[in-house]
Antibody, heavy 120, light 107 residues
Framework: EVQLVESGGGLIQPGGSLRLSCAASGFTVSSNYMSWVRQAPGKGLEWVSVIYGGGYTYYADSVKGRFTISRDNSQNTLYLQMNSLRAEDTAVYYCAREEVTPWVRYFGLWGRGTLVTVSS | DVQMTQSPSSVSASVGDRVTITCRASQVINSWLAWYQQKPGRAPNLLIH???TLQSGVPSRFSGSGSGTDFTLTISSLQPEDFATYYCQQANSFPRTFGGGTKVEIK
């Protein structure tokens, strides 16, 4: 079955670090555009980061310099290392596979999300 | 970065109504626009991509149009299962950006 399963969320104090994982099955992470998208409680969707190809990465300005996206090809898993966490990073974090071809670009596969709460 | 402005932020409608949601990009994104539906506690679900291509399995009452900077999502006859929040998203460039969302509520 093709699916994404996130883990690693929880309660963390401001300034702390957390690493999220996203285990993929049914396809190869390294062959796809893989993103993290977050949603603060009661708010809209915010794209966070992407990794694709030979390891190219992009970040939203709101997390640049604090978050690092990576992947482990042997484990077929996507990661998001989050450092210097702030209250405004509190959100459900989704991993998502983006279909990218010369004709299509869309997030076609999403995980269920993992909740990160930054609070003292 | 491309800013996506969605309107309205909420709409109250009845079953059978026609509902139209608009999305405007701050710069030209060609047809790299997708629409998602999200229900509470669930991940977003793709409805339309490339501005007007209906995703497989999505009912034909959903349709999308537009190109350049102005886009529209239309639900031709609202059904009970359509009460949800809808988001547009541009895929022309990184960072990918979403509209603020439109909550479709029961009138």
């Amino acid at each position: 079955e093709v699916q994404l399963v996130e883990s690693g969320g929880g309660l963390i104090q401001p300034g702390g670090s957390l690493r999220l994982s996203c285990a993929a099955s049914g396809f190869t992470v390294s062959s796809n555009y893989m993103s993290w998208v977050r949603q603060a409680p009661g708010k809209g969707l915010e794209w966070v980061s992407v990794i694709y190809g030979g390891g190219y990465t992009y970040y939203a300005d709101s997390v640049k310099g604090r978050f690092t996206i990576s992947r482990d090809n042997s484990q077929n898993t996507l990661y998001l290392q989050m450092n210097s966490l702030r209250a405004e990073d509190t959100a459900v974090y989704y991993c998502a596979r983006e279909e990218v071809t010369p004709w299509v670009r869309y997030f076609g596969l999403w995980g269920r999300g993992t909740l990160v709460t930054v609070s003292s | 970065d491309v800013q996506m402005t969605q309107s309205p932020s909420s709409v109250s409608a009845s079953v059978g109504d026609r509902v139209t949601i608009t999305c405007r990009a701050s710069q030209v994104i060609n047809s790299w626009l997708a629409w998602y539906q999200q229900k509470p506690g669930r991940a977003p679900n793709l409805l339309i991509h490339a501005a007007s291509t209906l995703q497989s399995g999505v009912p034909s009452r959903f349709s999308g149009s537009g190109s350049g900077t102005d886009f529209t999502l239309t639900i031709s006859s609202l059904q009970p299962e359509d009460f949800a929040t809808y988001y547009c998203q541009q895929a022309n460039s990184f960072p990918r950006t979403f509209g603020g969302g439109t909550k479709v509520e029961i009138k």
